[in-house]
């Protein structure tokens, strides 16, 4: 997805060309429905840039929003992280397209306030928001795992625990220090989310 925005006006008309003649979808993935409800849901800034993180309080605020958002629609939420960029979720829900459509208003709601306190109306804010659907046991800790080391991979923090908008440390609480190393050790992340969230 994230490649997209490297390319040149010429090679985006390409690439629309070419998915247009195969009959591919040039707007928008199929959703891949999981048999658990288990999804990682993930959205970043337009361009990957730093609208969330204007500033602790408008991070903290979207972050409480964004939780309070997804708590009707899920039955646990697992982790989560909220970065200056993008943000990722990882939740139990039998209700996926009302929570996205819930997302696209919750952007829409940000878009809009945000814009205003920074004095750039009409500025794109989100690229959108995707979901990626378990696919066993073994990808869902994987998953947990990503999502708590985010802000590691993206050097805001040296440990999970120090990062203020995510939950890394009610986890690491919950789970104890033992058994999150075993889960660390037993479900790495290896190259997860390589080239989307650089």
Not at 49 to 72: K, N, Q, Y
């Amino acid at each position: 997805m994230y490649e997209w925005r490297r390319m040149s006006p010429a090679e985006r008309a390409e690439v629309l060309r070419v998915r247009r003649l195969e009959h591919r979808p040039w707007h928008s993935l199929p959703r891949r429905m999981s048999v658990e409800g288990r999804y990682l849901i993930t959205a970043a800034c337009y361009e990957h840039r730093h609208h969330v993180g204007v500033s602790s309080d408008r991070m903290a605020a979207f972050e409480r929003e964004w939780i309070g958002l997804c708590r009707p629609f899920a039955t646990e939420i697992t982790a989560w992280v909220i970065l200056p960029n993008h943000y990722h979720v990882l939740l139990h829900t039998e209700h996926l397209l009302d929570l996205l459509a819930a997302v696209g208003r919750l952007h829409g709601r940000t878009s809009h306030a945000w814009n205003g306190e920074d004095g750039t109306r009409g500025r794109k804010v989100w690229g959108g928001a995707a979901e990626t659907a378990m696919k066993s046991d073994g990808h869902f800790w994987a998953t947990v795992n990503y999502v708590h080391h985010n802000p590691v991979k993206h050097g805001y923090v040296e440990h999970w625990q120090d990062w203020p908008f995510g939950n890394a440390r009610e986890y690491l609480e919950a789970m104890g220090r033992d058994e999150a190393e075993r889960i660390w050790s037993d479900y790495p992340i290896r190259e997860y989310g390589k080239g989307w969230d650089d």
